[in-house]
């Protein structure tokens, strides 16, 4: 198995949200930016939810999201993974990024989405219970952007990821 490592968060001291990925796939790895696969619908939601051009230049695509409050991370520093499924990541191997410090330097934070089970999954299990009680943060599960989610229509996907990214 291949060891792999994710990148630096895109972040914002403003930011009101966190959305977390698992890990980089391959492509993203490869391009160095998150989301880079071409059929991960996470930037064409995010473009039609923030009202931005998913196919711009990356780094206006970072600009928008950071002008929008949100910040995007991945739940492992590190893993061994094949391949770029979730369900391929020995979780053995899994090393968590260091959330305690992140959360401590983007006070306004109050929401961490999760795009799909796996981030979910391994946050509350490795990262949650090491946290400081005094975060009071809403957690939610959204649907994964990735390619292998089809099964979940796109019309549901950016409905879903709308609302949870409206601040209320």
């Known amino acids: 198995m291949d060891c792999v490592n994710s990148f630096p968060p895109l972040e914002n001291p403003a930011a009101r949200v966190l959305i977390l990925g698992s890990m980089p796939g391959v492509a993203s790895l490869k391009a160095q930016q998150y989301y880079a696969h071409p059929q991960n619908l996470f930037w064409k939601i995010l473009g039609a939810t923030l009202g931005f051009d998913p196919a711009s230049a990356y780094s206006e695509r970072i600009a928008h999201l950071a002008a929008s409050g949100?910040?995007?991370w991945d739940v492992l520093e590190s893993c061994a993974r094949e391949g770029s499924l979730d369900g391929n990541i020995d979780r053995a191997s899994a090393v968590p990024n260091?959330?305690?410090?992140?959360?401590?330097?983007?006070?306004?934070i109050e929401r961490v989405c999760f795009n799909g089970a796996a981030a979910a999954s391994i946050f509350m299990q490795q990262v949650r219970p090491r946290l400081p009680g005094h975060l009071n943060l809403q957690y939610q599960r959204l649907p994964s952007t990735s390619p292998a989610n089809a099964a979940i229509p796109l019309a549901e996907k950016m409905r879903t990821w709308s609302t949870a990214l409206r601040f209320n």
């Open 98 to 108: 260091d959330f305690a410090a992140f959360f401590a330097g983007h006070p306004l």
């Open 70 to 72: 949100i910040a995007v």
